[in-house]
């Protein structure tokens, strides 16, 4: 990702983390008594809500106006995001409909990308929401470190900054590469307050997973994913949402299991996306959208939470977060050692995945 970064270091959100790390007991055990590191400071920006908000409620923006709006980390890195994901569409884009819907409040079909309609339509109860937020920083800081601290993988001291956005193609996202920021869309928090609170966890643990990673030497999958061979990329990716989502919803980590006839299907997609990646039918975006995306019901977030449920249950918390320290392809070697032992595990792998984990090769 471009790191275009104009952030205000003040209005940067700082999470910092003492060196002593808190481990989870190599017990399976999932409720035992969680040591909460207390050297943590949190601080938060929300200057790309505000921004693009008073931009979007203005008659007309001229050029400057733009230029002014751009120059704001949080409106940057989320039209920067919009291009990650969407190549092709990018900074023209966003001038065209952010001065379109200035004027007129209608949505483009450039709308699609930014969600302009959805901000303008979000106005009164993002800012609402930024108010509360404001008023709870030092309980969202705790909640964050109660929900984490338990699978914190090996970060050594970590600093990191968030930032609130509104707007684009993501619920929230870390930018690939060492700078510890993060970004939350407030106007995709499906449950207010508890859902942005919900989305800063989930990427706070990316934070440290890619934190955990540079330190094992795996920096590749942390800062390079794109240019991985693209079967380890989907590995490693399945690892990194599957994780973070066990951990940071509630639905996941203590919520009924979703149906064995569903986690078979995720399982049989993934064989398949495997498959079709290996021998090069499938281009990457294909098999993103394939697994990633709510059009597709997320499948290999569910299918990874799945994994993680399993190891948490018979491996432990410990073991979840040594995940970081190993190649991605170990998350699935532990799973299946996990099933083959325990028969009432429903998500399989076709035997070609099965052989595909296992096989050693260079950095595995
Ligand atoms: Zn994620």
């Given amino acids: 990702m471009p790191t275009r970064f104009l952030a205000t270091p003040a209005l940067a959100l700082l999470l910092v983390a003492s060196g002593a790390q808190c481990r989870a007991a190599e017990s399976p055990e999932p409720d035992g008594a969680v040591a909460v590191p207390d050297t943590l400071r949190l601080t938060f920006d929300y200057a790309g809500v505000e921004a693009l908000t008073s931009a979007l409620e203005r008659d007309s923006l001229g050029d400057t106006d733009v230029d002014a709006l751009l120059r704001v980390h949080g409106v940057r890195a989320m039209v920067d995001n919009v291009t990650r994901f969407v190549p092709g569409i990018g900074e023209p884009e966003f001038r065209r409909a952010v001065q379109s819907f200035a004027r007129t409040k209608r949505r483009s079909d450039l709308d699609r990308y930014f969600g302009l309609n959805e901000v303008w339509r979000a106005r009164r109860d993002m800012r609402a929401l930024v108010g509360r ?23 050594g001291p970590l600093v990191a900054s968030a930032y609130f956005v509104a707007g684009g193609v993501s619920t929230g996202f ?137 190891i948490e249950r018979h491996c432990g918390r410990a073991c979840v977060a040594r995940m ?13 050692r996990l099933y083959r032992a325990h028969p009432d595990i429903v998500g399989r792998f076709a035997p070609a995945t099965e052989a595909f984990v296992a096989a050693p090769a260079t950095g595995r």
Avoid: C
């Avoid at 920083?137 to 699978?151: F, G, K, M, S, T």
């Avoid at 942005?196 to 540079?214: C, F, I, P, S, T």
């Avoid at 059009?295 to 994994?307: A, D, I, K, P, S």
């Avoid at 970081?324 to 299946?336: I, Q, S």
């Fill in 174 to 310: 870390v930018p690939d590469d060492a700078s510890g920021r993060m970004y939350a869309n407030i106007v995709r928090a499906g449950d207010g307050y508890d859902g942005v609170v919900d989305n800063l966890a989930h990427e706070a643990y990316h934070v440290m997973q890619k934190a955990a990673q540079r330190r094992a030497g795996l920096g590749a999958f942390a800062d390079s994913v794109e240019s991985l061979p693209l079967p380890d990329r989907l590995l490693a990716t399945t690892l990194a949402e599957g994780t973070a989502q066990y951990i940071t919803e509630a639905r996941g980590r203590d919520g009924r299991p979703p149906r064995a006839g569903r986690v078979r299907q995720h399982f049989a997609v993934l064989d398949t996306v495997l498959a079709g990646l290996r021998d090069g039918s499938l281009a990457w975006e294909r098999a993103y959208a394939r697994g990633f995306t709510s059009e597709e019901n997320e499948r290999f977030y569910v299918l990874g939470q799945e994994m993680t449920r399993a």
């Fill in 324 to 336: 970081f320290e190993r190649h991605p392809a170990e998350f699935f070697r532990e799973y299946v």
């Fill in 133 to 155: 937020l404001r008023s709870k920083e030092a309980d969202i800081r705790h909640r964050l470190l109660v929900q984490l601290a338990p699978y914190q993988p090996n970060t």
